[in-house]
């Protein structure tokens, strides 16, 4: 029996039965356990640890299996198991042959109504938990898992805009869950402006919210003197109200902490802070507890001592595009059948970027147009990010100076040098993409579009 039909038929159940797709692990798993590899060596062959598959996912893809197909299935019983399912769902089909995939899924529809498939929704950003389109990007994943149990762990996930850093980050945070962390998310772009006149109004902001997260009331009046000065007070609000009460791992995610970027002194001694809570972890049995996740577009800008910057300590996570696997993959989730040269052109003009491949396969499968179609108004006002490139020429074009600099780019035919700030902003946009020293246009998309509308 083939098995890309037995892989297309799991595929199929476990949506009909959860809503959910297949992840790219599962996938991973349930080919090389079918080649007869063992764990280690499935994970030797994609960059994975061999722990991450005997005690994490290869335990719930055996789970996920079970619930899908009403009996326990296990690495050891799973083919016959699977083929013995694949077969059943003919017994009515009065075939000489063996039954064809497409027959598979238009049986399943009919007979296993559990849970009713959703339909893809319009992309806009952060993908739920839930969502069959979340599309990993190994070894990324494992990686931040693994990481994240750490006693005084810090993850740094970078990427710019729009590439999953937020999805990616509440991922880690749902994890962590499992283990009963406590769990704090918080999102800078909340704060107001009014937070950021001082270190003191802000730190006093970050510790009340903290609180609120985890159902306490803050008592910032219990920990604060100005004697000592906010950070101190800050440092002992965490270790004493959050770590030595609740006498449990916390994970704090913090969200978009790029926005300090824009508040020099206040950045300067909260990125310092965090610095110091993961290095107090190393002698300090209480920060053990306390894990850190921060999210940014860009590199830091401001000037940080080497020795108090949270941006040369833990893991460091830089969020890929999408290769053309991942793309393909993607496709099929919108039931949409596109070739390697379909999946090429469209790479061509919006390149692995995850939002822009997201909105391409969503308009494809609403069959409001055809790809060609799509290509070609893809950098114009009619075309389908007509929303997306205006609003980025409405910023860039308050902005002078970043305009200039943007068309040297567009116009140039080999990459240019900027001014560091300048390269940052434009990088965090994700308009272009760095290349040593220089950047050049991150794709064809933003060269066409900005060059007929960028005076």
């Given at each position: 029996?083939?098995?890309?039909d037995i892989?297309?038929?799991?595929d199929?159940?476990?949506?009909?039965?959860?809503?959910k797709?297949?992840?790219?692990?599962?996938?991973?798993?349930?080919?090389g356990?079918?080649q007869?590899?063992?764990?280690?060596?499935?994970?030797e062959?994609?960059?994975?640890?061999?722990k991450y598959?005997?005690?994490?996912v290869?335990?719930r893809?055996?789970?996920?299996?079970?619930?899908?197909f009403?009996?326990?299935?296990?690495?050891?019983?799973?083919?016959?198991t699977?083929?013995?399912?694949?077969?059943s769902?003919f017994?009515?089909?009065?075939?000489?042959?063996?039954?064809?995939f497409?027959?598979?899924?238009e049986?399943r529809?009919q007979?296993?109504?559990?849970?009713?498939?959703?339909?893809p929704?319009?992309?806009?950003g952060?993908?739920?938990?839930d969502?069959?389109f979340?599309?990993?990007?190994?070894?990324t994943?494992?990686?931040?898992?693994?990481?994240?149990?750490?006693t005084?762990?810090?993850?740094?996930i970078?990427?710019?805009?729009?590439?999953?850093?937020?999805?990616l980050?509440?991922?880690?945070l749902?994890y962590?869950?499992?283990?009963?962390?406590?769990?704090?998310?918080?999102n800078?772009?909340?704060?107001?402006k009014?937070?950021?006149?001082s270190?003191?109004?802000?730190?006093?902001?970050?510790?009340?919210?903290?609180?609120?997260?985890?159902n306490?009331?803050?008592?910032?009046e219990n920990?604060?003197d100005?004697?000592?000065?906010?950070?101190?007070?800050?440092?002992?609000y965490?270790?004493?109200h959050?770590?030595?009460?609740?006498?449990?791992?916390?994970?704090i995610?913090?969200?978009?902490?790029?926005?300090?970027?824009?508040y020099?002194d206040?950045?300067?001694?909260?990125?310092?802070?965090l610095?110091?809570?993961?290095?107090e972890?190393?002698i300090?049995?209480?920060?053990?507890?306390?894990?850190?996740?921060?999210?940014?577009?860009t590199?830091?800008?401001?000037p940080?001592?080497?020795?108090?910057s949270?941006?040369n300590?833990?893991?460091p996570?830089k969020l890929?595009?999408?290769?053309?696997?991942?793309?393909?993959?993607?496709?099929?989730?919108?039931?949409?059948s596109?070739?390697?040269?379909d999946?090429?052109q469209l790479?061509?003009?919006?390149?692995?970027?995850?939002?822009l491949?997201?909105?391409?396969?969503?308009?494809l499968?609403?069959?409001?147009?055809?790809?060609?179609q799509?290509?070609?108004?893809?950098?114009?006002?009619?075309?389908i990010?007509?929303?997306?490139?205006?609003?980025?020429?409405?910023?860039?074009?308050?902005?002078p100076e970043l305009?200039?600099?943007?068309k040297?780019?567009?116009?140039?035919?080999?990459?240019v040098q900027?001014?560091?700030?300048?390269m940052?902003q434009?990088?965090?946009?994700?308009?272009?993409?760095?290349?040593?020293?220089?950047?050049k246009?991150?794709?064809?998309?933003?060269r066409?579009?900005?060059?007929?509308?960028?005076p």
């Open positions: 029996m083939d098995f890309e892989l297309r038929f799991v199929e159940s476990v949506y009909a039965k959860t809503g797709r297949l992840k790219d692990v599962d996938i991973l798993i349930i080919r356990s079918w007869g590899q063992n764990y280690q060596e499935i994970a062959a994609h960059g994975y640890t061999d598959f005997k005690q994490d290869g335990p893809f055996w789970r996920l299996l079970s619930e899908t009403g009996e326990r299935v296990s690495k050891t019983n799973f083919r016959a699977l083929e013995r399912h694949y077969q769902c017994s009515n089909l009065k075939e000489a042959t063996e039954p064809s497409r027959q598979v899924v049986l529809k007979t296993d109504l559990s849970v009713s498939p959703k339909s929704e319009f992309p806009e952060i993908l739920a938990l969502s069959p979340y599309i990993e990007r190994p070894p994943e494992s990686e931040c898992y693994q990481e994240i149990l750490r005084g762990s810090l993850i740094r970078k990427g710019t805009k729009r590439m999953g850093k937020t999805s980050l509440n991922r880690i749902a962590t869950q499992q283990y009963e962390y406590q769990v704090i998310r918080i800078l772009r909340q704060a107001e009014s937070v950021f006149i270190l003191d109004k802000f730190l006093r902001w970050f510790c009340a919210n903290a609180s609120r997260q985890l306490q009331k803050p008592s910032l920990y604060w100005e004697e000592v000065g906010s950070k101190v007070s800050c440092t002992s965490i270790q004493m959050l770590l030595e009460q609740a006498n449990r791992n916390l994970v995610g913090l969200d978009e902490i790029d926005v300090v970027f824009n020099p206040i950045a300067e001694d909260f990125l310092s802070l610095r110091e809570w993961h290095e972890a190393k300090n049995e209480i920060w053990e507890r306390l894990r850190l996740i921060v999210t940014h577009s590199e830091v800008y401001i940080l001592n080497i020795h108090q949270p941006f300590v833990g893991l996570i890929s595009e999408f290769n053309q696997q991942q793309i393909q993959h993607l496709a099929s989730l919108y039931r949409l596109l070739s390697d040269e999946i090429n790479i061509a003009m919006v390149g692995g970027h995850p939002y491949i997201q909105q391409a396969l969503y308009y499968w609403r069959e409001k147009i055809s790809l060609e799509l290509l070609q108004t893809s950098p114009t006002e009619g075309g990010y007509s929303d997306h490139l205006r609003s980025y020429l409405g910023y860039i074009q308050k902005r305009a200039q600099s943007f040297q780019v567009i116009t140039a035919s080999s990459p900027l001014e560091p700030v300048l940052y434009l990088d965090s946009m994700g308009l272009v993409q760095l290349d040593g020293n220089q950047v246009p991150s794709c064809e998309l933003y066409q579009y900005f060059t007929a509308t960028l």
